[in-house]
């Protein structure tokens, strides 16, 4: 059977506590849960539909892969994705860059898994706090808060 993934920086707490909180403002304020749904993260790649039978191959590939830089990713400002996005943003790391394109193109070879987001748009590195199901009307009134 075939199951969504993708795979993402999940940052520590408290950090991770932080941006939960900012979300279920959000949430409460707003009504939209659309970022509740998953914990706060970076994508590296995108959603991606992969074999849950085969799930082990996923993280023998991933356990295989090799980065040996350490990362210092810094939260920066608010941004946005006009009309239903909003984020908190990741400031400029070129080590982060490079990360994200060593993985994708690892998977890529050894799993054929191809990231969209690279075709699309590029790699904007973000953490999402509404999206989704927040309506245009309301996107106004968060990015304005």
């Known amino acids: 059977m075939l199951q969504k993934y993708f795979l993402a920086i999940v ?17 409460e304020s707003y009504q939209t849960k ?3 749904r998953s914990p706060a993260h970076i994508t590296l790649h995108m959603p991606f539909l992969f074999d849950e039978q085969k799930e082990d191959k996923l993280f023998n590939c991933l356990k295989d892969f090799k980065f040996s830089k350490t990362l210092n990713v810094v939260l920066s400002s608010y941004g946005c994705f006009e009309p239903r996005v909003v984020f908190i943003d990741v400031a400029e790391n070129s080590d982060l860059i490079e990360l994200q394109k060593k993985l994708v193109t690892h998977v890529k070879m050894n799993l054929g898994l191809l990231n969209q987001a690279n075709n699309l748009r590029g790699f904007h590195p973000h953490v999402t706090v509404a999206f989704r199901d927040l309506k245009k009307a309301t996107f106004k009134k968060v990015w304005e808060e």
């Open 11 to 27: 940052p520590p707490e408290p950090i991770l506590s932080e941006i939960w909180n900012i979300k279920r403002r959000i949430f």
């Open 34 to 36: 659309g970022a509740l």
